[in-house]
DNA sequence: GGCTGAGGTCGATAGCGTCCACGGACTGTG
DNA sequence: CACAGTCCGTGGACGCTATCGACCTCAGCC
């Protein structure tokens, strides 16, 4: 990881459409090495995946909710974790110091359906009790992380 | 918005880097039928950008913390909220029901930098308190969203 | 010095991105 | 019904890109 990588994974991490050949462009190197390097950054897990960034609404998600989540006294966690897992409406996933071993975020259509979450979520085996705090707008979400001269 | 376009949507938050001649194959179209497709759906809104998820640690970002923010009776909501935008390591926003305004995601290399970001939010003009909790580890972060047939 | 490995350039070729002209299905209208 | 207009697609063309293999260069080491 050295400055080019870090030039790279900036550029990537603000549009993850750029070509190789723009990239080896604006880092000064010439395609395929600039092919190589972002190849390694891949398979050594620095860059986990390229997503579009959807706006929610728009495929009929506009509630975002935060969730703490209690786990009953000897409950498993590894349990746990997998029915949370399971449920598709929970896009984040945190395992938290505190009393609530877990904070989720989750999106969903409507309030009815953020209730019959919590409800599932309520009778999960090994979940003691949950606290919902319900989103009224997103300012924003997932900035691109200021770039620290890294490991 | 129809199911191809859904579909469009479904692959590219999967894999941002598809190519349009690869989408194209994945949903039965032509090449340039896709490309505008993605165009309009990129100009409306609907997909917002293409991103490169990093490894946060991978690029001395080990860090991270959700914090409640109360704000002062009679503090400028929109002035806090420039103030918090100008802290790049928040990197989410969200507007609560609540007694606390804002619920932030912070990422940060270590505790101590952590501390500071808290110091300075607590001194920044219009807020109360802050409530930080620190996540032990990221389960999992910005899942795909589930494609509910949309609007 | 000479080997070796990492990491770069260059050149070639297949395939992709993107522009354009064209064509069929709907729709509203005389 | 015929007509034109609109929407949305296809196919062809052309320049640029992705990606491979061959080769170059430098540093470290025996």
Redo the contacts with the bound molecule.
Sequence with gaps: MDA?DLSLVELLQGNARL????LARQV??????V???VGKLESSGVIRAYRAEVEPESIGLGVTAVIGLVEDSGADTDDVLEAVRRMPEIDSCYFMAGVESFLLKARVGTIAELEQLIVRLNRTPGVASTRTGVALSTKWENRPQPLGPAS
């Design positions: 080019i070509s190789y050949a723009e000064g190197l010439s395609a395929p090495a092919h190589e390097r």
